[in-house]
């Protein structure tokens, strides 16, 4: 049972073109959502922390949002270093510290 | 800014051999992970380590697998003796409450 989906699985953008990778869950008593940048060859470096229905988090061109059922990772005008998988976890919903993967987002932002 | 590092970034063994990944998490954390991700595939949750014992482990970490924390700085995983499946990228993760969880680069381990 899939308890985190992303979508799309790939995205190409030109420089400059915003958008949007959806992450849904189907966790229930959500506990924490997680967004991690990875590059190839490289560990999840850690963007953002999600606790709560209507909670934002931004950095630089990236911002996170979070519904009751998915989160937004919404890319505005971005630029080529964008370029990277984006990955969106959940914490285990029993009493547990382990996150969920999700199979990311491949992102690529062409000049 | 302080990081969790991994060696060896590259490791090659032979079935059945023995293997050691090592990991030296960031200096005031508490909570150790081991994390491994099969080309391709989810990054997937192996062991939570933390007060000197396993609080959490997967059904992927069966008895061929261990971990310990010989000294107040590195953090290992051992494979006893290796099969094929264990190919795959081997991340060491730490934080220092139970999130968030900062991750190394990684040791591929490769099964011949």
Redesign the interface.
């Known amino acids: 049972e899939d308890q985190v989906t992303q979508s799309p699985e790939a995205l190409r953008l030109q420089e400059g073109e915003s958008s949007s990778l959806n992450c849904s869950y189907t966790v229930s008593g959500l506990r ?1 959502l ?1 967004w ?1 940048r990875q590059d190839p ?6 963007l953002f ?1 999600l606790y709560s229905a209507g909670e934002e988090k931004e950095k630089e061109r990236l911002k996170a949002t979070l519904t009751k059922k998915e989160s937004f990772l919404h890319i505005t005008a971005p630029k080529p270093e964008d370029s990277a998988t984006y ?1 969106c ?1 959940v ?1 285990d919903p029993l009493d ?9 987002t491949r992102l690529q932002v062409f000049p | 800014e302080p990081e ?1 590092t ?1 060696t060896p970034s590259h490791q090659v063994t032979q079935m059945g051999q023995e293997v050691i990944l090592r990991c030296v998490p960031i200096s005031n954390h508490l ?1 150790f ?1 081991w ?1 491994r991700q099969i080309l391709g ?5 192996l062991v ?1 380590f933390y007060n000197n014992e396993i ?2 482990k ?1 059904e992927i970490f069966d008895d061929q697998f261990s971990v310990e924390r010989p000294d107040g700085s590195n953090f290992t995983l051992k494979i006893r003796s290796t099969k094929l499946e264990d190919s795959a990228m081997y ?1 060491c ?1 730490s ?1 220092e409450g ?9 040791t591929r381990l490769s099964i011949l």
Request: no cysteine; glycine share 14%; charged share 15%.
């Open positions: 924490g997680f991690y060859g490289k560990g999840p470096e850690f922390t990955l976890a914490q547990t510290d382990k996150l969920i993967f999700g199979t990311g | 969790v991994q909570y992970y994390y595939q989810k990054v997937e949750f939570s609080s959490e997967s991340f993760a934080s139970s999130q968030p969880q900062h991750f190394g680069d990684g």
